[in-house]
């Protein structure tokens, strides 16, 4: 498909054209508001952090923005061009999703679930190529799998599991990731492996072109790798912007419904509950 011009006024001060665009997109679950009237433009090289409490809609948001599921009102566009005119290959070679729930049906090796993702590159009769199975082998090294290639998918762990999903949706080597709690089940340090992971994947030699939105619940780890963040409060509202001007104590605490204050120490920071009814800020902590 030939992909239409984006309008001049749609780049942002760094000359980089739009990679998702968003525009007057209200979500609805049921008779419930999730997000009304919103319009935002994501941008190649940023990682994007969607938050908020269960319920808020954040599942939902990023099924509409992978085309998965119909907005009430508005909607999404790629490159210039709306999600409903892409055809289904040539949109999966563009974005790539990790759902939230991942259930595998049956036995396989790692590497072959990985290399399922190379579907939408694949040609002719449809078997893989070595290109495709060089990417495949290069997804499990950068998330430290590679000891996991020929294991049974069946015999990992959830957390071994979730890191083979977030894989293969590298493997798919689309520009636009959505990641639905890719930092699930996942200890520190596998969480923290994983936002690297995604971090070089939006800044090595493919950045130009690389975005990254994911849901994510954890405040800290978002303010400390992410470069954006869309905080919804599940009543219609959302704030989007720079990650440190809005996982911000005031608007967390009125999202999540529970006060929070920022600790500093040595320059790091750190959102925590503070005390009903204590003071408003904290301390530096000693």
Not at 209 to 225: E, G, Q, Y
């Amino acid at each position: 498909m030939r992909t239409a011009p984006t309008p001049a006024s749609r780049f942002d001060a760094a000359g980089r054209a739009p990679q998702l665009s968003a525009q007057r997109l209200t979500l609805r679950a049921g008779s419930r508001t999730l997000l009304e009237d919103f319009t935002h433009t994501f941008y190649p090289g940023e990682i994007w952090c969607i938050a908020g409490p269960n319920g808020a809609g954040k599942t939902t948001l990023i099924s509409t923005l992978a085309g998965l599921m119909k907005s009430a009102h508005g909607h999404v566009e790629m490159d210039g061009v709306r999600l409903a005119d892409w055809p289904g290959v040539e949109l999966a070679q563009r974005r790539a999703l990790m759902p939230q729930s991942i259930r595998d049906a049956f036995s396989a090796r790692v590497l072959d679930i990985v290399l399922l993702n190379r579907f939408p590159h694949l040609t002719g009769w449809g078997w893989e190529r070595d290109d495709d199975r060089a990417a495949a082998q290069a997804a499990l090294d950068a998330l430290g799998l590679a000891p996991l290639a020929s294991r049974d998918v069946l015999s990992l762990s959830g957390g071994e599991r979730q890191r083979v999903a977030l894989a293969a949706a590298l493997c798919q080597d689309a520009p636009l990731l959505l990641l639905d709690e890719p930092l699930a089940h996942l200890d520190l340090h596998h969480q923290i492996d994983c936002f690297e992971t995604l971090t070089h994947w939006t800044t090595g030699a493919h950045a130009a072109s690389r975005t990254v939105i994911l849901s994510c619940h954890d405040l800290n780890l978002a303010r400390r790798f992410a470069t954006h963040a869309l905080l919804m409060d599940g009543n219609g509202a959302a704030h989007a912007g720079p990650v440190r001007d809005v996982l911000t104590p005031a608007l967390a605490s009125r999202a999540f419904g529970y006060p929070l204050v920022l600790i500093e120490d040595a320059g790091y920071e750190a959102l925590v509950p503070a005390v009903r009814g204590g003071p408003a800020s904290a301390p530096k902590l000693l």
